[in-house]
T-cell receptor, first 114, second 114 residues
Framework: DGGITQSPKYLFRKEGQNVTLSCEQNLNHDAMYWYRQDPGQGLRLIYYSQIVNDFQKGDIAEGYSVSREKKESFPLTVTSAQKNPTAFYLC???WGGGGNQPQHFGDGTRLSIL | GNSVTQMEGPVTLSEEAFLTINCTYTATGYPSLFWYVQYPGEGLQLLLKATKADDKGSNKGFEATYRKETTSFHLEKGSVQVSDSAVYFCALSLLDTGRRALTFGSGTRLQVQP
């Protein structure tokens, strides 16, 4: 079945540590996105990528980094510069063609501070 | 800027009651509109969408009509079930922005009691 796989489901970060969240899709989608969700709030865009080897900052990119070396993969690194990383992180992808295609989401990674 | 406003929750209903979750939007262009549903501990699933004025999206008994004159996209269901308990997000997407990311409302939690 086609879909988006995020791993791990739960992740713990120590002070001063960088951690990387994995996102893989087999939908052959061009565009991929990372969102952050805080309790009782909507989702906020961290980074997005429309094509391989290209990505752009979203609304809350500070303290995060990404790479897009392959079409199916878009990992997110939460760096030590992100002072409040505890949140639920959602990866999404979207077909890059014309029209109004919806985004498809993975099941998320919950990041907590040790 | 673009924004989405949803009614605050939680919304608590008895099984078989009628559901309305209000959603209004502000957009600089002509958006596509979406409703997503999130079950506990999971990612978001697309529930329905509408891409132009007066379009009605529908799925699993849920409906929403794109009302350009009132900039609204209210979600309705005639008879809710316990299994509909979840958080519902209204979102918009604009084609004329390069990123085509979603702008989300803050979500409305629905609790359906037997």
């Amino acid at each position: 079945d086609g879909g988006i796989t995020q791993s791990p489901k739960y992740l713990f970060r120590k002070e001063g540590q960088n951690v990387t969240l994995s996102c893989e899709q087999n939908l052959n989608h061009d565009a991929m996105y990372w969102y952050r969700q805080d309790p009782g709030q909507g989702l906020r865009l961290i980074y997005y990528s429309q094509i391989v080897n290209d990505f752009q900052k979203g609304d809350i990119a500070e303290g995060y980094s990404v790479s897009r070396e392959k079409k199916e993969s878009f990992p997110l690194t939460v760096t030590s510069a992100q002072k409040n990383p505890t949140a639920f992180y959602l990866c999404a992808s979207r077909w890059g063609g014309g029209g109004n295609q919806p985004q498809h989401f993975g099941d998320g990674t919950r990041l907590s501070i040790l | 800027g673009n924004s989405v406003t949803q009614m605050e929750g939680p919304v608590t209903l008895s099984e078989e009651a009628f559901l309305t979750i209000n959603c209004t939007y502000t957009a600089t262009g002509y958006p596509s509109l979406f409703w997503y549903v999130q079950y506990p501990g999971e990612g978001l699933q697309l529930l329905l969408k509408a891409t132009k004025a007066d379009d009605k999206g529908s799925n699993k008994g849920f409906e929403a009509t794109y009302r350009k004159e009132t900039t609204s996209f209210h979600l309705e269901k005639g008879s809710v079930q316990v299994s509909d308990s979840a958080v519902y997000f209204c979102a918009l997407s604009l084609l004329d922005t390069g990123r085509r990311a979603l702008t989300f409302g803050s979500g409305t939690r629905l609790q359906v009691q037997p």
